[in-house]
């Protein structure tokens, strides 16, 4: 009886550990791939034609208790006011990018439970090249595997 109580005591633990590392941090592969999704996922609200299912798929990507800043413009966003502010700019028709435009990661610097990150807009171009535009700086937080934090910081 002791003997499998025990055996079933280690079997829990051994689960238990799985869980919390499960929500172990995102490491800079995680950071760089969820940064990548962000930024696809905003380029594809931004273009014309844009849908609310593209902008609950960007939206959809972070973490309940997410933070949006923006140093120079003051804003301040949660996860609803952000969507609100999603869903206003589209109903105005605001999104009419052309679908050859592109934000890209240019460099990062991976740090605990958060990346700085330099992004431009640019352009896809005939040749195959991108034009980019002037380069952009964001720190990008993390929480359960998830987007947290979003400072522009431009």
Same mark, same amino acid.
């Given at each position: 009886?002791?003997?499998?109580?025990?055996?079933?005591?280690?079997?829990?633990?051994?689960?238990?550990?799985?869980?919390?590392?499960?929500?172990?941090?995102?490491?800079?592969?995680?950071?760089? +791939?969820?940064? #990548?999704?962000?930024?696809?996922? &905003?380029? %594809?609200?931004?273009? @014309?034609?844009s849908t609310v299912a593209d902008i609950d798929a960007l939206i959809g990507l972070m973490h309940d208790e997410v933070k949006y800043e923006h140093v120079e413009y003051l804003a301040?966003?949660?996860?609803?006011?952000?969507?609100?502010?999603?869903?206003?700019?589209?109903?105005?028709?605001?999104?009419? +990018?052309?679908? #050859?435009?592109?934000?890209?990661? &240019?460099? %990062?610097?991976?740090? @605990?439970?958060?990346?700085?990150?330099?992004?431009?807009?640019?352009?896809?171009?005939?040749?195959?090249?991108?034009?980019?535009?002037?380069?952009?700086?964001?720190?990008?937080?993390?929480?359960?595997?998830?987007?947290?934090?979003?400072?522009?910081?431009?």
């Amino acid at each position: 009886m002791k003997t499998t109580r025990t055996i079933m005591a280690s079997a829990f633990l051994s689960l238990l550990s799985v869980g919390v590392m499960a929500k172990a941090d995102c490491t800079a592969d995680c950071q760089l +791939s969820k940064v #990548n999704q962000y930024f696809d996922a &905003l380029d %594809t609200v931004s273009y @014309k034609g844009s849908t609310v299912a593209d902008i609950d798929a960007l939206i959809g990507l972070m973490h309940d208790e997410v933070k949006y800043e923006h140093v120079e413009y003051l804003a301040n966003f949660d996860k609803p006011a952000w969507r609100r502010a999603f869903l206003r700019n589209h109903e105005s028709g605001r999104y009419d +990018s052309a679908t #050859n435009r592109e934000i890209r990661v &240019l460099r %990062t610097i991976p740090g @605990k439970n958060h990346v700085a990150v330099e992004y431009a807009y640019g352009f896809n171009q005939a040749d195959g090249s991108w034009q980019r535009q002037e380069p952009r700086l964001a720190v990008f937080g993390f929480k359960e595997g998830k987007i947290s934090l979003i400072r522009e910081l431009w």
